[in-house]
C-alpha cells in the first residue's frame, strides 16, 4: 500500500505564498489522480485541488486562480502551490490518492494520516 507524507505547512500572512509538498513511498500511478484537501476546525473535510495521472488539474472556486498542483512522477511527489492566502484557508491540509469510478473521483481509502497544518494570519 503506498504511504502518503504531507509536509510544507506553516505559518504565513495573508497575501502570503506556501508550496505543500506530498511524498509517496511507491508510485502514484497505482492511483488513477492525486488530490489535495483541507479541514477547518469545526468544519468538513473539503476538496482543494485533483491533477489526473495525465495532467489535467481541477479545483473549486474557492482556491481557483490562487492554487497550482503539480506533479513530478519521477519523484512520486505531488505539488501544491498556495498563492495569495487568505485567513480562510487556514485548515490542516492532506494528500490523498483518488479513485475514478463512475464519473467521479473518490479517496482511494477511509485513511486520513496527520496532514500539514498551515495558518493564515490576518
Known amino acids: 500500500q503506498v504511504q502518503l507524507v504531507e509536509s510544507g505547512g506553516g505559518l504565513v500572512q495573508a497575501g502570503g505564498s506556501l508550496r505543500l509538498s506530498c511524498a509517496a513511498s511507491?508510485?502514484?500511478?497505482?492511483?488513477?489522480?492525486m488530490g489535495w484537501f483541507r479541514q477547518a476546525p469545526g468544519k468538513q473535510r473539503e476538496f482543494v485541488a485533483r491533477?489526473?495521472?495525465?495532467?489535467?488539474?481541477n479545483y473549486p472556486d474557492s482556491v481557483k486562480g490562487r492554487f497550482t498542483i503539480s506533479r513530478d512522477n519521477a519523484k512520486n511527489t505531488v505539488y501544491l502551490q498556495m498563492d495569495s492566502l487568505k485567513p480562510e484557508d487556514t485548515a490542516v491540509y492532506y494528500c490523498k490518492g483518488l479513485t475514478y469510478s463512475g464519473g467521479s473521483y473518490y479517496p482511494s481509502d477511509d485513511y486520513w494520516g496527520q496532514g500539514t497544518q498551515v495558518t493564515v494570519s490576518s
Open positions: 511507491g508510485s502514484i500511478f497505482s492511483f488513477n489522480a
Open positions: 491533477i489526473t495521472n495525465g495532467g489535467w488539474p
